[in-house]
């Protein structure tokens, strides 16, 4: 038998070839295709997540406050535009600066980053080029004022809620982002892939509040007009409804411009003499006094416990009513004396003093009530007066609800209404009522009290209007800097 030649081993060896080549290529295609075909596409394909606007924050009549927009940046790659003329003629339209169209038309570039956002609309002509990439941007914008901003508060460049609403509602206004899968071409250009389809992204829900934007502008021009005319640093202003309790404005001033918080609701002071009425209503609720029930206020001046108590108004003696009428510190001091410690504490815990209120604010104030257990010998002088007390003004216009809608301490409300992207109603406000506090009986005799500071000669003479009767309460408390009480100055206050 011959040796096989080396023609033959030759061919041997190549037939052996291809026939692995063959099994190479039927494995390749008909095992392994779909596993190298995934690999690939996975090679050339991206996750991009798309972001979700915000919820809009509308005011209590629907009016626009708060509103995210889909802007787009920019990037242009000059190597892959096939017309630079035309391109910048696009760039013209969309009115970038001629420094940048002359770097976006450099075909020596290889990629430019256009400064700036742009809307959609805007820049319509140059995404339908090749060679320019966007990349979607949700910015909020606002139309408010000073004082609604203060409530509302912001998002910061990224979209984070930084304060206000817009951080205590954040899980609420924010949407739920979507998701593309971008494939990448030989050039390198992008594009949605067809065979992978994305999720698109939720808009958050939209908040309504109960501000009403036209009463929060009167509140602002009112409260910037008394600001000047006093020379004070700030103040604030709340209007709530009686009925059920919504916060229908909220302004806030400081002359600090750093300070940017609803101060209405994240500082509390001492309420001075405003506080007084509440002392009256429980001695009234409690039985333990009348409004006609008369006690010495000794001309003015009162020593009690190694303390004088002063009266601006001097009188011998008065009735309760008049106590309040003339703002006495005398006499709120004698009928005080009925309660024991604990009396006078839950009676003014009761109003909701020393308790947040529970609106959706981030930093909201608790203001300050010490139980008796921390009460000095002086404490209960004191907080008859208003003093030792601290409170917000929205805890004090809260309080103050109770006397003017029958007895009832009400959960003030912030939002009247939260709906999904799709309309879908997800909460409405409705009355809350906290606790009663005064019988409808004792409420309207308080209310006859405080009609007399108004109309009968009282504090707050001045308040009197001739188109319709108003009840209210002056209040003038020391102001305080650094845990002290100040040499000059004051902070006044009306109900």
Do not use: C
Not at 460 to 471: E, G, Q, V, Y
């Amino acid at each position: 038998m011959k040796a096989p030649s080396r023609v033959g081993i030759i061919h041997l060896t190549l037939a052996l070839f291809v026939v692995a080549l063959l099994v190479k290529t039927a494995q390749v295609q008909l095992w392994d295709g779909r596993r190298l075909a995934a690999t690939a596409v996975h090679q050339q394909s991206t996750t991009s997540v798309i972001p979700a606007p915000r919820g809009e924050i509308l005011d209590a009549r629907g009016q626009m406050l708060a509103q995210s927009s889909e802007t787009v940046k920019l990037d242009i790659a000059p190597k892959e535009v096939r017309d630079l003329h035309k391109l910048k003629t696009a760039l013209q339209r969309a009115k970038i600066s001629p420094e940048w169209i002359a770097r976006a038309t450099d075909p020596a570039r290889r990629w430019v980053s256009l400064p700036g956002r742009h809307l959609a609309i805007d820049v319509a002509a140059l995404t339908a080029m090749r060679g320019i990439y966007t990349t979607p941007i949700i910015e909020r914008a606002y139309a408010f004022t000073e004082g609604t901003r203060r409530i509302i508060g912001r998002v910061d460049a990224d979209g984070a809620a930084v304060d206000g609403v817009e951080l205590a509602l954040d899980s609420i206004l924010k949407g739920t982002p979507g998701v593309a899968t971008v494939m990448k071409d030989a050039r390198g250009r992008r594009f949605e892939s067809p065979a992978t389809p994305g999720t698109p992204p939720v808009q958050g829900n939209t908040v309504t509040l109960t501000i009403n934007q036209q009463l929060q502008e009167i509140a602002e021009r009112a409260l910037a007009d008394a600001v000047a005319t006093m020379g004070a640093e700030g103040g604030d202003v709340v209007v709530v409804n009686p009925v059920n309790g919504e916060v229908l404005a909220m302004a806030s001033h400081r002359a600090d411009p750093r300070n940017t918080a609803s101060t209405a609701l994240t500082e509390p002071y001492e309420p001075g003499s405003t506080l007084k009425p509440f002392i009256a209503a429980m001695l009234l609720q409690q039985g333990k006094a009348r409004e006609t029930d008369v006690v010495p206020t000794f001309n003015g001046a009162f020593t009690i416990n190694g303390r004088t108590i002063n009266d601006e108004h001097p009188y011998p003696q008065l009735a309760l009513s008049d106590v309040i009428r003339f703002s006495s510190n005398i006499g709120i001091v004698q009928f005080a004396e009925r309660f024991s410690a604990r009396e006078e504490y839950e009676a003014l815990r009761d109003f909701g003093f020393g308790t947040p209120t529970g609106v959706p604010y981030p930093v909201e104030a608790a203001g300050t009530l010490r139980p008796p257990t921390k009460w000095s010998k002086q404490s209960p002088n004191s907080m008859a007066m208003g003093y030792e007390v601290a409170v917000t003004p929205l805890q004090l216009a809260a309080a103050y609800v109770a006397i003017a809608n029958g007895g009832e301490l009400l959960e003030p409300a912030l939002v009247k209404e939260v709906r999904s992207a799709d309309g879908t109603v997800l909460y409405r406000h409705e009355r809350r009522v906290v606790r009663r506090v005064l019988s409808p009986a004792v409420a309207r005799r308080v209310r006859q009290m405080l009609l007399g500071v108004v109309e009968g000669g009282g504090t707050a003479k001045r308040a009197d209007l001739a188109t319709f009767s108003m009840a209210g309460k002056t209040g003038t408390a020391r102001r305080t800097v650094h845990g002290a009480y100040a040499n000059a100055g004051h902070i006044p206050t009306f109900v």
